[in-house]
């Protein structure tokens, strides 16, 4: 079995000596820790292609051999960019070559020779101290790498490249290097169908990968993610990937896959191949998740700006039509003026001729009905305009209580510091709901406001200490038509509340006050604290 075939924990050696019976019992003594796989050699030559080749956590080698002795290979592997740990164990014991040992790199010394078991009692705690020293170095190095890797990244996401060459380069930069392979990103729509692969390192297998996509497939690393949640899944090749078309690559190497998932969505995964000793790693695992945390995050932006692309495409034909509607409405105002100036005439006329009197009365109430349908259209027009945004409940009633004039009616709130994703309308809504109650209460002196949480969302509640709203009524004041004003005002409100997902019901008791409560779902409201608030701008209420 080849060293990086091993399991993820051993420590991989190897044993360099001229004696073949001195590598078999170093071997023995060093692999009944179990925690210590030995390959052996006799030739330096051999040694050096092994560790080319191979990965070694540490070097053991004799002194004295033909070809060249323990130094001069010592020398060798330097040279050629090997610094894992060089342990000389020989039995020569001359000053002058444990002094060349060490100058020349050496880690540890040891004298062959004495009672065998305390000998290589010494040697399996050298080989694991000098090993474990060295593992630690590497891993510092290897997750400095990726802590530079997330650092490139974070610019690469936040620059002014196209989205698809941003990904595409995230890609480069985590396998640039990095101690990570066979890097993909694979993004889904909203139905879970493949939209997008990006990659790096994948060249020879990414057709192979997209067709095996396409058919419906997904690989098990994949599945696992998407069904795990916020933790990275392990895959070690030969035991999970066996039918992925990505297989042959990934021998020799484990595979870390993690669904990327910001704000409840999920977008898609990031999966890479590494060295099985950072595989298990929990480090690892949080700089991972880090990485992918970033990633989701932009992505997640991106689909917003996206939608607000769609959005603002939508806005600029909703502001055609709006100029059209107000052009439309002032034209038929002009007509209306005309009719208002004849009606007086006519309504002159039958006082005199009581024949014609109740045609005229019916041309007025048409005329009246059309200014009413004309007002109620120049309110509604104005629901949805622009797009919601938060604004601060508290602000939006001081606002009115200072633009208002309510005669001797308190105003009363306890609203704290909530603030309300919704329409900018929503101003309009309150002054509507404290209007209703001081037209309607009959004897209303005070109008509170307050907000509460409950388990499914907040409620936003205007009371007053009116008449109250009978039983059967308590719907149909929400109705287009209803009342003596027409009941336009809740008709609306009720509109816009509903363009992000509130509601509003009226639960008071008949005779003791009316009650309207504002249903306001999880998302749609926030409470912010004193530092959050410091600088918010209050929006005016609209008046229209």
């Known amino acids: 079995m080849r060293p990086d075939q091993k399991q993820p924990g051993s420590i991989h050696i190897l044993h360099l000596d001229d004696e073949p019976i001195i590598l078999e019992i170093t071997r023995m003594y060093l692999e009944k820790t179990g925690r210590v796989s030995v390959d052996t050699t006799t030739n330096p030559q051999e040694a050096i292609r092994l560790l080319s080749s191979s990965r070694y956590d540490a070097v053991i080698s004799d002194y004295e051999m033909p070809v060249m002795d323990g130094i001069e290979f010592l ?16 039995g020569r014991g001359r000053e002058e070559v444990v002094i060349r040992a060490f100058n020349n790199g050496a880690t540890f010394y040891l004298q062959k020779g004495g009672d065998p078991g305390s000998q290589f009692a010494e040697l399996a705690k050298k080989v694991l101290h000098a090993a474990g020293q060295y593992r630690t170095k590497q891993k510092i190095h290897h997750l400095y790498q990726i802590f530079q890797a997330l650092r490139e ?14 990904l595409q ?12 392979q066979n890097v993909r990103v694979v993004l889904f729509d909203r139905n879970g169908s493949v939209r997008s692969v990006y990659h790096a390192g994948l060249e020879d297998r990414i057709e192979d990968l997209l067709t095996y996509l396409r058919a419906g497939n997904r690989t098990s690393c994949t599945r696992r993610a998407l069904g795990l949640g916020r933790e990275p899944v392990i895959c070690e090749p030969s035991q999970t990937c066996i039918s992925c078309p990505l297989y042959p690559d990934h021998q020799g190497q484990y595979a870390l896959t993690m669904r990327l998932e910001h704000a409840g969505e999920v977008y898609g995964i990031l999966s890479v191949t590494l060295s099985a000793d950072y595989a298990h790693d929990s480090d690892e695992h949080a700089m991972f998740a880090e990485l992918c945390g970033e990633l989701a995050y932009a992505i997640h932006h991106y689909a917003l700006e996206e939608e607000q692309t769609a959005m603002e495409a939508l806005m600029g034909t909703s502001r055609k039509l709006h100029i059209i509607n107000s052009i439309t409405r002032h034209d038929i105002r002009n007509q209306l003026t005309v009719q208002m100036n004849s009606y007086e005439l006519l309504l002159e006329c039958a006082e005199s001729n009581h024949e014609i009197r109740p045609y005229v009365t019916a041309i007025g109430s048409s005329i009246n009905s059309i200014h009413e349908h004309l007002l109620f259209s120049d309110v509604y027009q104005k629901i949805g305009i622009q797009r ?7 602000a939006i009633i001081e606002g009115i209580t200072c633009s208002h004039e309510f005669g001797d009616i308190t105003i009363l709130h306890s609203t704290g510091m909530v603030e309300v994703y919704t329409d900018v309308m929503f101003g309009k809504i309150v002054s509507n709901l404290i209007e209703n109650a001081i037209m309607h209460g009959k004897r209303v002196t005070t109008v509170r406001i307050s907000f509460m949480e409950l388990m499914d969302g907040g409620v936003l509640v205007v009371e007053d200490d009116g008449i109250g709203v009978p039983d059967d009524l308590k719907e149909k004041i929400f109705e287009r038509g209803f009342g003596s004003n027409t009941g336009l005002g809740l008709y609306y409100t009720r509109e816009i509340l509903g ?12 005779l003791e006050g009316a009650r309207f409560e504002i249903h306001i779902p999880k998302k749609g409201y926030r409470l912010k604290t004193g530092s959050e608030a410091t600088g918010r701008v209050s929006l005016p209420v609209s008046e229209g």
């Open 169 to 180: 380069n995230v890609c480069r930069i985590i396998s640039s290097g990095r101690g990570y």
């Open 388 to 394: 919601p945004r938060w604004l601060s409940v508290g």
């Open 153 to 166: 990244v974070s610019g690469t996401l936040h620059g002014n490249d196209e989205f698809d060459r941003k």
């Open 499 to 510: 363009i992000t997902g509130m509601g509003i019901s009226e639960t008071g008791n008949n």
């Open 75 to 90: 020398k060798e592997i330097r040279e050629c960019g090997h610094d894992l740990p060089f342990i000389l164990f020989t």
